[in-house]
T-cell receptor, first 114, second 110 residues
Framework: DVKVTQSSRYLVKRTGEKVFLECVQDMDHENMFWYRQDPGLGLRLIYF???????EKGDIPEGYSVSREKKERFSLILESASTNQTSMYLC?????????????FGPGTRLTVT | RKEVEQDPGPFNVPEGATVAFNCTYSNSASQSFFWYRQDCRKEPKLLMS???SGNEDGRFTAQLNRASQYISLLIRDSKLSDSATYLC???????????FGTGTRLKVLA
């Protein structure tokens, strides 16, 4: 069974703080993703990493950065948290070497910025 | 226009009913299609892929209509446990991007 874990289920931070969200997968997947999910907007891609140290911007990268130093770990960084970054953050991974496209999601981190 | 559109619902149906959802997509180069299920406050999970010829998995049937650019999900004999949000997902050929619809909420009532 694929397992994707995220460091926190709930997080409360203050405006201006630097925030780190961690994601770890145990299936040796090449591809990893960070999304945010907001009511009425669905899941929106923030960043994508297709391999270690490789990353690409998604649809809404502003205010975020990422780090992928090891294959199993993909970190999302909010450089200076703002209230409009209050959201549910979902990490996902996928095996990039076969035709199967299934993404496996972590349980999500509900971030509140006050 | 959104790339992927779904009726948000909610669809309230009695147990045992048949219910169908549609999802329209705007990019004719879209190549791969999926339905994901998301329970309240949980992560999305793959329900089924959608193949050109249509496919069935137990009580669930998925169809693709490329000419009209929509996919559908049919659920027969609805169970209380089918209550969830169903997300339509589209991938465009040659990209890694998964485009998610905003989801259709289903409530199956006893």
């Amino acid at each position: 069974d694929v397992k994707v874990t995220q460091s926190s289920r709930y997080l409360v931070k203050r405006t201006g703080e630097k925030v780190f969200l961690e994601c770890v997968q145990d299936m040796d997947h090449e591809n990893m993703f960070w999304y945010r999910q907001d009511p009425g907007l669905g899941l929106r891609l923030i960043y994508f990493s297709y391999d270690v140290k490789m990353k690409e911007k998604g649809d809404i990268p502003e205010g975020y950065s990422v780090s992928r130093e090891k294959k199993e770990r993909f970190s999302l960084i909010l450089e200076s948290a703002s209230t409009n970054q209050t959201s549910m953050y979902l990490c996902a991974s996928r095996d990039g070497t076969v035709k199967g496209y299934e993404q496996y999601f972590g349980p999500g981190t509900r971030l509140t910025v006050t | 226009r959104k790339e992927v559109e779904q009726d948000p619902g909610p669809f309230n149906v009695p147990e045992g009913a048949t219910v169908a959802f549609n999802c329209t997509y705007s990019n004719s180069a879209s190549q791969s299609f999926f339905w994901y299920r998301q329970d309240c406050r949980k992560e999305p999970k793959l329900l089924m892929s959608v193949y050109s010829s249509g496919n069935e998995d137990g009580r669930f049937t998925a169809q693709l209509n490329r000419a009209s650019q929509y996919i559908s999900l049919l659920i027969r004999d609805s169970k209380l446990s089918d209550s969830a949000t169903y997300l339509c997902v589209v991938i465009t050929s040659g990209t890694y991007k998964y485009i998610f619809g905003t989801g259709t909420r289903l409530k199956v009532l006893a």
